[in-house]
């Protein structure tokens, strides 16, 4: 299994051994020139080999029981940053997709990780009212005109029902467009910290 270890960038998770910036700043070059929405943003695996069969068959090929596995890894990865105040917030799908996959594969990796770090899933928080076409093939530009007002805050949600500080949580991250529109509805919305774990990086190379 390609687990994320050694130094990463402290925002978006990528590796960065040999990075200009890595002794500078922990952060990639990307994340240098434009810095993501977020604080800090951990992987657990690099989405290649037997990692990239595994989110697959998560997200694709009902292979729940694999969230178990996933979301102690991923669980692990945060630990150390994880304060007492936070929330664990999945990604929504629209919910035409979630009638079809029967399930959302984010929601499963935060009530996984839930049991080992103790902090509430709040998956009532954002939503996704605008369905988008699969963003596999598609470029960062392209990925972000698709996602803009993707997301929206909950409408059935009081101001004071909406936490400060929250970790998103996402099955793969390629160019963090998704992960983007959500914490900016979350930072709209007044959310004064922001940060994000996934289960699996895309190398940028790949």
Excluded at 23 to 35: F, G, L, M, V, W
Excluded at 188 to 198: E, L, P, R, S
């Amino acid at each position: 299994m390609p687990f994320v270890d050694g130094a990463v960038c402290q925002c978006c998770g990528v590796p960065i051994l040999g990075d200009a910036y890595a002794n500078i700043e922990d952060r990639c070059e990307t994340c240098h020139q434009s810095p993501p929405p977020w604080g800090w943003g951990r992987a657990a695996v690099r989405y290649h080999g037997q990692a990239r069969k595994l989110v697959l068959a998560l997200k694709h090929g009902d292979r729940q029981d694999i969230a178990v596995a996933a979301g102690f890894w991923m669980a692990q990865r945060v630990k150390s940053l994880i304060t007492p105040e936070t929330v664990l917030c999945p990604i929504p799908l629209h919910w035409r997709r979630k009638l079809g996959r029967r399930y959302n594969q984010s929601e499963l990796l935060a009530h996984e990780m839930k049991r080992h770090l103790g902090i509430p899933v709040r998956p009532d928080i954002i939503t996704r009212p605008r369905a988008t076409i699969p963003l596999e093939d598609a470029t960062q530009s392209e990925r972000q005109a698709l996602l803009a007002n993707a997301f929206e805050i909950n409408p059935r949600l009081r101001h004071t029902d909406i936490p400060q500080s929250v970790v998103l949580v996402d099955d793969v991250m390629t160019t963090g467009s998704t992960l983007a529109a959500a914490a900016m509805c979350l930072g709209h919305a007044g959310v004064t910290k922001i940060n994000i774990v996934v289960l699996a990086r895309v190398d940028r190379n790949d």
